[in-house]
């Protein structure tokens, strides 16, 4: 079976759910939903197509990498040359738009299955070739991520867009209730699946052999941006500085606003808070498995990773209300639930959590054996194939 990926080739949910198909037969093809990306170090064993100016790192050889356009020229490696060439088609009228780019490899591979990972750039990029293709049209799955419809469903430039690609998508892929709930108020009259997460399961590691309120790192996803609120979760902290001097305060994922944000902390507090700049996926795990709280807080969200990486590790998760969080923590018991831009009530749920080491080893408890169960990587893999050899794909190819 021939699967084209839409999708944001360096993203790491990309990658994860893209790995569940290595060694079970399929002909994996991506395409980026955006210019001038390459792909993520963890993809291997697929057909990238490119055009051959945007890739900046060196062709991996379990990779094939194919060209869309002026394929005689790949040779060139030079970056220069390649920002030349790139100039020069786009100063000339030449450059193809993305929707073009992605119509011609529809036509030249002949996919199976085409499958949009996120909406905002790989779900409308569909939408849009759709419109403009005649005759059969390869079975199209959507897979929902995070704010996709929760936050841009409510602005009024997205509502006809998200419209418009929902009445053509044949199968629709959520985390959760909530965005097959917003999905069908969109329009959307396919099957729908749920898997607990963007990027397929987990290969649950060891955890630390030390009580998780015994640990003393509290981690604090770090952004300020349009959803994002790290400057609250800044601010409940700096409200609680008085029982925190045990605490080492860990914030990653981080950008100029709260890095500046952290600086003003340490004048008005004394304390400094570590900044990580970047932080893969190990990385986090391990981080979680030696911290006692995870606060993540946005405006809006899908099932946050940074919060199945805490329960998974046992870090204690304060998550906004905003998320799926609700359809994996229970409030004051496995988790804190709390309004994303309201720093009392943040601050009286890292007060009452690291007050209560029983709750917080309980939880821990839990929330790891939920995640064994719902994300279990081998179930999830079987679950994932499944859907892809299913009847209802047979069907649209039959």
């Known amino acids: 079976m021939k699967i084209l990926f839409v999708a944001l080739p360096y993203s790491i949910h990309t990658a994860r759910w893209i790995s569940q198909l290595n060694r079970n037969g399929f002909n994996v093809h991506v395409f980026s939903s955006m210019m001038g990306h390459d792909l993520h170090d963890a993809i291997s064993g697929v057909t990238f197509h490119e055009n051959f100016f945007d890739r ?21 490696t030079a970056p220069i040359a390649k920002k030349v060439i790139r100039k020069t088609l786009s100063v000339a009228g030449l450059a193809k738009s993305r929707a073009l780019l992605l119509k011609a490899v529809i036509e030249k591979i002949r996919p199976d299955i085409i499958h949009s990972l996120e909406s905002q750039h790989a779900g409308y990029l569909v939408s849009e070739v759709r419109q ?45 209730k909530r965005d097959e709930v917003l999905a069908r108020k969109f329009g959307f009259k396919g099957t729908t699946f749920t898997f607990p997460s963007v990027g397929g399961g987990f290969n649950v590691p060891a955890v630390p052999n030390v009580q998780p309120s015994q640990r003393r790192k509290i981690l604090v996803k770090g952004t300020q941006d349009l959803v994002r609120r790290n400057l609250v979760a800044i601010r409940a902290l700096e409200r609680c500085v008085d029982i925190l001097a045990d605490y080492e305060i860990v914030l990653y994922s981080s950008n100029e606003i709260t890095q500046a944000a952290a600086e003003l902390f340490y004048h008005s507090t004394g304390k400094k808070i570590t900044i ?61 639930i709390v309004p994303p831009e309201d720093p009392d009530v943040i601050e009286k749920a890292i007060r009452t959590a690291l007050s209560n080491p029983e709750l917080i080893d309980a939880a821990a408890i839990i929330n790891r054996q939920a995640i064994i169960e719902r994300l279990n990587y081998n179930n999830t893999q079987n ?6 050899n299913g009847e209802l794909i047979k069907r649209k190819r039959d």
Request: glycine letters at 6%.
């Open 132 to 176: 403009m293709s005649s005759g059969n049209f390869p079975l199209w799955i959507h897979s929902n991520w995070g704010i996709d419809l929760h936050f841009f469903g409510r602005l009024q430039r997205h509502v006809p867009l998200l419209s418009k690609m929902l009445s053509m998508v044949d199968v629709f892929i959520t985390e959760g």
């Open 383 to 388: 679950a994932v194939v499944n859907m892809y």
């Open 56 to 76: 900046t790192k060196p062709a991996k050889s379990e990779n094939t990498y194919s060209s869309i356009a002026l394929q005689e020229l790949s040779f060139i």
């Open 276 to 336: 990580l700049h970047e932080v893969s996926q190990l990385q986090m795990l391990e981080l979680n498995g030696n911290a006692i709280l995870n606060i993540c807080v946005n405006m809006s969200d899908g099932v946050p990773n940074a919060m199945l990486e805490a329960m998974m590790m046992g870090a204690f998760p304060v998550q906004s209300d905003t998320s799926l969080a609700d359809e994996w923590v229970e409030h004051g018991k496995t988790g804190m």
